[in-house]
């Protein structure tokens, strides 16, 4: 069964995708709470994490090709 932080972060993914949420866990690098043997991420922090690592797309100048002397 594919957890919702999975389908959040991969809407297409195959399994085995699992690993990714299971690491930012590892590492604390998001907030999550501990329930039992179960772990519940917030909708929100998923959401700023995602956010805050964004790149942006870099804007490339195509310049004509110069030959060789």
Do not use: C, W
């Amino acid at each position: 069964m594919r957890s919702r932080v999975v389908e959040r972060f991969y809407p297409s993914a195959r399994p085995g995708k699992e690993r990714f949420p299971r690491r930012l866990i590892a590492e604390r690098r998001v907030a999550f709470v501990k329930v039992g043997p179960h772990v519940r991420i917030s909708a929100a922090v998923l959401a700023d994490y995602i956010a805050a690592n964004t790149v942006q797309p870099v804007a490339v100048r195509r310049t004509r090709l110069r030959r060789a002397a």
